[in-house]
């Protein structure tokens, strides 16, 4: 049987069952090494507290992102499964969808002005739709190599909710 996800990101981060289950330990979480060796081998169902802990543990907030798009129903169908790129390749993505919606911009205002979206709008408004829905994943993925590098302390995490909490949305 094939490893799942939970144990090559244990064993690519070099660390043992034991350890993991002490790790949670120390912040609090209850996870025996049965319970751990069953959900890496499959036998059990992993609880969203279980991947939270383990994604934190493994440094690697990825792993929210496959269980919901993978494994949870309702994620399955409202959650996109994000990729990990590099940040070069995630922003060219982003500004190339943001170029492209720049054009459909005044479509789109032409499409909805007036509340309805007739049949012979409907092609254009779901390309622009989908284009949307990139720029949302591009979005998605860079928040994950943020959270990624944030977790590896290759951005000073103090610094950047020091400023993040100063910014205003």
């Not at 790790?23 to 609090?28: F, G, H, I, Q, T």
Request: charged share 35%.
């Amino acid at each position: 049987m094939a490893d799942t996800i939970y144990k090559e990101l244990r064993k690519k981060r070099d660390l043992t069952r034991e350890e993991v289950c002490d790790e949670a330990s120390k912040r609090n979480q209850v996870l025996t090494y049965e319970r751990l060796e069953r959900i890496e081998n499959g036998k059990f169902n992993i609880h969203p507290e279980e991947v939270i802990l383990l994604s934190e543990i493994y440094k690697e907030p990825a792993l929210c992102n496959h269980y919901c798009s993978k494994m949870c129903e309702i994620g399955q169908k409202y959650v996109p499964e994000i990729k990990t790129k590099d940040l070069a390749q995630i922003v060219l993505e982003m500004l190339s969808s943001l170029n492209s919606m720049k054009k459909s911009q005044e479509r789109l205002i032409e499409i909805t002005a007036d509340g309805n979206i007739d049949d012979d709008e409907i092609k254009d408004f779901v390309f622009i739709q989908q284009e949307l829905e990139r720029i949302s994943i591009t979005v998605e993925t860079l928040q994950l190599w943020v959270e990624r590098m944030l977790a590896d302390g290759k951005i000073n995490l103090e610094k950047y909710n020091e400023i993040k909490g100063k910014a205003e949305i």
